[in-house]
């Protein structure tokens, strides 16, 4: 039985990539003891080498299924809710919820609320060229900015030399140049972080243009949810 300290717990689907579950576990212990509360955590492993590749060829419900595998397995270990530490994923969100034995906490739901919350029509992405060109964002009543195809292929490499610990100051300065261009140009009112492992080098204070951290918004919510 769980004592009046202690939150509900998490299955959270981690290794999307490594240092973002590392991210998400440090944000969430530290949301939990802000409100006197204990976080309960299993995280469960997937393979960011296995998972991405599957969602750049379209392979949404194999991806769904290699998903739920791991929310299962935390369910099983007696986790009451689901957390994804990754963006790109969700874009399987539809052919995973039906799959699903118990909730999953949306990121891309948590951050559309973040979006009308701020009253934005026009944002832009930074991410995976799976994610950037998915437009998931834009599904939920947002229009999003698509970069030409150079943009994309740069934004997209720039966040995998993160993901794989090779970055390099100047890359991140060349991101926020790239980022202020949409505002300027295309008429983004803000640039998402929409890559967790990009919010360990920019945030809302630092980034140099409006943007949104996917990650922190999403983490907020996870614990919301935990300890209500």
């Given at each position: 039985m769980r004592n009046?300290?202690?939150?509900?717990?998490?299955?959270?689907?981690?290794?999307?990539?490594?240092?973002?579950?590392?991210?998400?576990?440090?944000?969430?212990?530290?949301?939990?003891?802000?409100?006197?509360?204990?976080?309960?955590?299993?995280?469960?492993?997937?393979?960011?080498?296995?998972?991405?590749p599957l969602a750049e060829?379209?392979?949404?419900?194999?991806?769904a299924r290699y998903l739920n595998g791991f929310i299962d397995a935390t369910a099983a270990g007696g986790a009451e809710m689901a957390a994804i530490v990754a963006v790109t994923p969700h874009i399987c969100s539809a052919q995973l919820m039906p799959l699903l034995k118990i909730p999953l906490i949306d990121m891309v739901a948590t951050v559309a609320d973040e979006i009308r919350a701020r009253g934005l029509k026009r944002i832009a992405l930074l991410g995976t060229r799976s994610t950037v060109e998915s437009k998931m964002f834009g599904r939920l009543g947002v229009d999003v900015a698509m970069p030409a195809r150079e943009e994309i292929d740069f934004i997209h490499d720039s966040?995998?030399?993160?993901?794989?610990?090779?970055?390099?100051?100047?890359?991140?300065?060349?991101?926020?140049?790239?980022?202020?261009?949409?505002?300027?140009?295309?008429?983004?009112?803000?640039v998402l972080l929409a890559g967790t492992?990009?919010?360990?080098?920019?945030n809302e204070g630092n980034a140099g243009f409006p943007t949104i951290d996917c990650a922190g918004v999403h983490i907020a919510e996870i614990a919301r949810r935990l300890v209500a």
């Open positions: 009046e300290k202690e939150a509900r717990c998490l299955g959270l689907v981690g290794g999307l990539g490594p240092n973002a579950t590392v991210y998400y576990y440090n944000g969430l212990i530290a949301a939990h003891k802000a409100q006197g509360r204990v976080a309960r955590m299993l995280i469960a492993h997937a393979d960011v080498d296995h998972g991405r060829a379209g392979k949404l419900d194999e991806l966040y995998l030399d993160v993901v794989y610990d090779r970055s390099s100051p100047e890359k991140i300065d060349r991101l926020r140049e790239l980022a202020n261009t949409f505002v300027r140009r295309d008429g983004a009112e803000s492992d990009l919010s360990m080098v920019l």
